[in-house]
């Protein structure tokens, strides 16, 4: 099974020479089919002004799309290379750029469904909130680079099982459990304190990167003898005026994202819970789904959770998505498929891996979640999980699934009939590793 890019031993510990790339909306990319921006929405939550906003830049500045990434953030492809001025501008008046100078490291995902279901758990929205304000105002946050990551899980262990930088666990309405990457134990923090927990937690990340002699992006990469210890990050705490208590072997429970179809909410309230095949979305899908209360929470699994609706309602307003081309129910072939930019819009790419998806994926369904790769980086490839990796090269596509010797030089023709053999034999312990 291949592994995902992973970050570097700590025997082996990360030194660059130059700073963090990592695109933004005011850092544009340059890519085969024009600029990239990418624009950070913490928790995925959005307005409808914004939403309405960010669709029209997408129309006039860009090819008229609106692409999901693995943090719940959201990406403009195909702009001109002037118009970063003006997309400023329009992201400005969204909202969506309140300081300039941190619009790279509000890269903050929260557990989707957090006050919309029936599930009891606490609401970490306002977490969200006050962790953004928090780091936008804070002055050593602005070095952290783009990759860092927040997670804010409500208890159901969905986000917190993303490899987040700093994770946030409520534990009741009342405490939250602060871990960073790699960590066995935690702290337990107040409900109230713990977005300051968090932001205290970067910090202690940016002085260990800096005595560490590196320019360590995610915690770990982080050499050992700078591993961040639970012990200084809660005197940390303390100097901050936030208390803190150990938290021995503070392992998060494993949940799952949000499947796709109606999320019955207290009361007569209902959420919808959808998926962009590809994470990929016309400016017309986005504009339906902003339209029918005026409320997005983008997720980091490239879906759209739609709150506000009532139980009377849901049903016919998931119909209308699922004519529009959205995933709405789990039986969806295009469930548990995934994709990298491919051909024509990156240059490193074997093959337009996007339309070889389409053409295969009716032809190829099956319980294991299957990405398609351009090249050996597998940009967007799944977390937390197993799947069947097809590996575009010069010679054809490679295929590699649990349980099975990898085939190399797939022709084209015979990928479904190899496709939907990994996906359906693999067993499910396997799936499970």
């Given at each position: 099974?291949p592994?995902?890019?992973s970050?570097?031993?700590?025997?082996?510990?990360?030194?660059r020479?130059r700073g963090?790339?990592?695109?933004?909306?005011?850092?544009?990319?340059?890519a085969?089919?024009?600029?990239?921006?990418r624009?950070?929405?913490?928790?995925?939550?959005?307005?409808?002004?914004a939403a309405?906003l960010?669709?029209?830049?997408a129309?006039?500045?860009?090819?008229?799309?609106?692409?999901?990434t693995?943090r719940?953030?959201?990406?403009?492809r195909?702009?001109?290379?002037s118009?970063?001025?003006?997309?400023?501008?329009?992201?400005?008046?969204?909202?969506?750029?309140p300081?300039?100078?941190?619009?790279?490291?509000?890269?903050?995902?929260?557990s989707?469904?957090?006050?919309l279901?029936?599930?009891g758990?606490?609401?970490?929205?306002?977490w969200?909130?006050e962790l953004?304000?928090?780091?936008?105002?804070?002055?050593?946050?602005?070095?952290?680079?783009?990759?860092?990551?927040?997670a804010?899980?409500?208890g159901?262990?969905d986000?917190?099982?993303?490899?987040?930088d700093?994770?946030?666990?409520?534990?009741?309405?009342?405490?939250?459990?602060?871990?960073t990457a790699?960590?066995?134990?935690?702290?337990?923090?107040?409900?109230?304190?713990?977005?300051?927990a968090?932001?205290?937690?970067?910090?202690?990340?940016?002085d260990?990167?800096?005595?560490?002699g590196?320019r360590?992006w995610?915690?770990?990469?982080?050499p050992?003898?700078?591993?961040?210890s639970?012990?200084?990050?809660?005197e940390r705490?303390?100097?901050?005026?936030v208390?803190?208590?150990?938290?021995?072997?503070a392992?998060?429970?494993?949940?799952?994202?949000?499947?796709?179809?109606?999320v019955?909410?207290?009361?007569?309230?209902a959420?919808?819970?959808?998926?962009?095949?590809?994470?990929?979305l016309?400016?017309?899908?986005?504009?339906?789904?902003?339209?029918?209360t005026?409320?997005?929470?983008?997720?980091?699994?490239?879906?759209?959770v739609?709150?506000?609706?009532?139980?009377?309602?849901?049903?016919?307003?998931?119909?209308?998505?699922?004519?529009?081309g959205?995933?709405t129910?789990?039986?969806?072939?295009?469930?548990?498929?995934?994709?990298?930019?491919?051909r024509p819009?990156?240059a490193?790419?074997?093959s337009?891996?996007?339309?070889?998806?389409?053409?295969v994926?009716?032809l190829?369904?099956?319980a294991?979640?299957?990405?398609?790769?351009g090249?050996?980086?597998?940009?967007?490839?799944p977390?937390?999980?197993?799947?069947?990796?097809?590996?575009a090269?010069p010679?054809?596509?490679?295929?590699?699934?649990?349980?099975?010797?990898?085939?190399h030089g797939?022709r084209?023709t015979d990928?479904?009939?190899?496709?939907?053999?990994?996906?359906?034999?693999?067993?499910?312990?396997a799936?499970?590793?």
């Open positions: 099974m592994q995902p890019p970050a570097a031993s700590r025997d082996e510990p990360v030194i020479e963090d790339a990592c695109p933004g909306a005011l850092r544009l990319h340059s085969d089919d024009g600029y990239l921006a624009v950070r929405i913490p928790g995925g939550m959005l307005g409808a002004r309405g960010l669709a029209d830049a129309d006039r500045l860009g090819d008229g799309h609106i692409d999901l693995s719940g953030n959201a990406q403009l195909g702009l001109g290379a118009c970063g001025g003006e997309l400023a501008s329009v992201l400005a008046a969204s909202g969506l750029l300081v300039a100078s941190h619009e790279r490291v509000r890269n903050i995902v929260a989707p469904l957090s006050g279901d029936r599930s758990l606490p609401d970490v929205a306002p969200v909130a953004d304000r928090l780091l936008c105002a804070d002055e050593e946050a602005v070095a952290l680079s783009g990759r860092f990551l927040f804010l899980d409500d159901r262990g986000v917190s099982s993303l490899d987040a700093v994770n946030l666990l409520a534990r009741g309405p009342g405490h939250a459990l602060l871990t790699g960590a066995r134990d935690g702290l337990r923090v107040s409900a109230t304190d713990a977005p300051r968090a932001l205290v937690a970067a910090r202690y990340f940016l260990a990167a800096r005595d560490a590196t360590a995610r915690v770990a990469e982080l050992a003898e700078q591993a961040l639970v012990t200084e990050l809660g705490l303390t100097g901050a005026a208390g803190s208590t150990v938290v021995d072997d392992a998060a429970p494993r949940g799952a994202a949000p499947e796709p179809g109606v019955e909410g207290p009361g007569r309230s959420a919808l819970s959808v998926l962009a095949p590809l994470g990929r016309t400016t017309a899908q986005w504009n339906l789904l902003a339209g029918l005026g409320r997005l929470r983008l997720t980091p699994w490239r879906g759209v739609v709150p506000g609706l009532t139980t009377a309602t849901a049903a016919d307003a998931l119909a209308v998505l699922a004519d529009a959205l995933i129910t789990p039986a969806d072939p295009w469930r548990s498929v995934t994709a990298c930019t491919g819009g990156c490193r790419s074997h337009d891996v996007r339309a070889d998806a389409r053409a994926t009716a190829a369904a099956g294991l979640p299957v990405h398609w790769s090249c050996e980086r597998r940009c967007g490839h977390r937390g999980t197993a799947w069947a990796d097809v590996l090269t010679d054809g596509y490679d295929l590699r699934a649990p349980g099975h010797a990898p085939r797939v084209p990928l479904p009939a190899a496709l939907r053999d990994a996906r359906h034999t693999t067993s499910h312990d799936a499970k590793k």
